[in-house]
């Protein structure tokens, strides 16, 4: 089922917020007309269809209106201009408010056969006027009316301006456009008939199709029933309106659609940011952060599990994290921290604008200029901006990189090592007893032998060379845990940069991107047709309607 004239509108109004600026001016603008004028009309009297006679001068248009209606309202001429303003014949109350909309104020009520449609037949300026007001009148007319009647006469049914500047711009309207050769009289029957034929061709390549076209005389009144019947089936119908405003949508839509291209034409879905990440990660000074944390996570196991004697020693060394302002609880939970990692050099900036600018060219790669170009100027992507810069330091600075606690194995060895510690002070001073009674040469106790060593000694040597032992081995083992602490310390700085990738550079240009499939399919939908609506419109070609 084909969408109504409002989901078309609708979806019109949303493909054109979705391009905006992105569009050229003149797409934009028309479109927004065309939405606005469909929703004023829309609003209007849905029991009146205008008609417009639109012509020449002397093609007869003023004659020919005065024969439908039925009365000479409208002057004739064929020498100049004799149609300065729209003169409207109305038939059926309510059209008031239509007509104010439409700028028309010269109004003539007339009565039709009984049952008939209401219907406003408009007598236009010439559209070949000489003076300009007239001409401007027509076309503002034109632009709004429901049906369009293109009145032509025997000698310039052919002219060049008419089928190049109004003809063919309709071309897309063929079943809202009837074409009425007017002053058929003043030919011969085969004549008539072969005039109407190259009018036809014309109108085809004009691109119009299967337009209607009659041939009338005014003058005698030859096919004026046949075109009055036309306009009253039309008036009964009341759709004209809604094809004329469907046609005009269709063809705002096929304009945007040419200025955005087809789906097929250019990738929609954005690259994966491996690499842009990779480089963003180096510019941030992430592989200088990752070594700090190694050595910052041996720092803290060997101050806490190395010889209680030595370890100290461990806490002269500088801890790197702090050096950077990376250590905990120095970091601002407020989002502001920022790290004391030097800036990057060229060469890293230079590898990160590269990677930005080669990420945005190949995610915008096939679209159209304008959209690739808003990319461009969204993401920034000459080079690595002060901005992004910022946020990358910032993202390193609030990443945690190492627990506030040493792991639970350092807190037992560092408590062990103080066990040792305490067995080989209590070795020495036992030694040291027995040394003073010696020396004083006062009996000794009994001292306890384990195994080839007294117990003093083997407190004393068992301490020491445990103690030792196990700084060496816990030592070794804060290497391997170092290393895996720079590991996941290492993808979460990852990750945090790619989090700023993807708000300084994945992000906007998803957002292009999604708004340039939004502005196709939105378009799509605006200028689509069921496959059986034209045919539909081609079997009513004896009403208006279709």
Do not use: I
């Not at 592989?287 to 190694?294: E, L, T």
Request: hydrophobic residues 50%; aromatic residues 2%.
């Amino acid at each position: 089922m084909s969408p109504t004239l409002h989901e078309r509108a609708t979806a019109l109004a949303a493909a054109l917020d979705a391009g905006g600026p992105r569009l050229p001016p003149a797409v934009l603008d028309a479109g927004r007309t065309v939405v606005a004028r469909a929703a004023e009309r829309a609003a209007l009297s849905a029991e009146h269809t205008v008609v417009a006679l639109a012509g020449s001068t002397g093609s007869g248009k003023s004659s020919l209106f005065n024969a439908l209606v039925g009365q000479e309202l409208a002057g004739t001429g064929v020498q100049r201009p004799t149609t300065s303003e729209a003169l409207a014949a109305v038939r059926g109350p309510g059209a008031a408010p239509l007509l104010d909309w439409l700028g028309v104020r010269r109004r003539h009520e007339v009565d039709g056969p009984a049952g008939a449609g209401g219907l406003v037949l408009l007598d236009l300026p010439d559209h070949d006027s000489v003076v300009t007001e007239h001409r401007l009148r027509s076309e503002h007319l034109l632009e709004r009316v429901d049906l369009l009647v293109w009145v032509v006469d025997p000698q310039k049914y052919a002219d060049a301006a008419l089928h190049e500047r109004y003809l063919r711009p309709l071309a897309r309207h063929a079943d809202v456009v009837v074409l009425v050769l007017n002053q058929a009289d003043r030919l011969a029957p085969a004549e008539s008939a072969a005039v109407l034929t190259d009018l036809r061709r014309l109108a085809a390549q004009d691109g119009l199709g299967d337009v209607r076209a009659v041939a009338v005389s005014a003058r005698t009144g030859a096919g004026m029933d046949a075109l009055r019947d036309l306009l009253d089936d039309a008036a009964a119908r009341r759709e004209a309106a809604t094809r004329r405003w469907e046609a005009e949508v269709e063809v705002a839509a096929h304009q945007v659609l040419t200025a955005v291209g087809e789906a097929g034409r250019g990738r929609t879905r954005t690259p994966a940011p491996d690499a842009l990440v990779e480089a963003l990660a180096d510019a941030a000074g992430v592989p200088v952060v990752v070594a700090a944390v190694r050595g910052a996570a041996v720092r803290r196991v060997t101050a806490r599990t190395g010889w209680p004697p030595v370890r100290w020693l461990a806490r002269l060394r500088p801890d790197p994290l702090r050096r950077l302002h990376l250590a905990a609880g120095e970091v601002p939970a407020d989002g502001t921290a920022r790290t004391s990692l030097p800036a990057p050099g060229p060469a890293a900036r230079a590898a990160a604008g590269s990677a930005v600018r080669r990420y945005v060219d190949a995610a915008t790669e096939g679209v159209p200029d304008a959209w690739a170009l808003d990319a461009r100027a969204r993401v920034g992507a000459a080079d690595l901006g002060d901005a992004l810069a910022d946020d990358l330091d910032r993202a390193v600075a609030a990443t945690p990189l190492l627990p506030t606690r040493p792991a639970a194995w350092a807190r037992a060895v560092g408590a062990l090592q103080w066990v040792l510690l305490a067995a080989a002070v209590a070795g020495a001073v036992w030694l040291g007893v027995l040394a003073g009674l010696a020396y004083l040469r006062l009996p000794e106790p009994r001292t306890p032998q384990w195994g080839l060593l007294p117990a003093p000694t083997a407190l004393l040597a068992g301490g020491v060379l445990a103690g030792v032992l196990l700084a060496l081995l816990a030592s070794l083992l804060a290497r391997v845990g170092a290393h895996r602490r720079a590991r996941a310390a290492r993808a979460r700085l990852h990750a945090a940069v790619a989090a700023v990738a993807r708000a300084r550079v994945v992000d906007p240009v998803a957002g292009v991107l999604a708004d340039l499939a939004t502005c196709r399919d939105q378009a799509r939908r605006a200028g689509g047709r069921m496959a059986g609506s034209r045919s539909t419109g081609r079997a009513r070609r004896d009403g208006v309607g279709a």
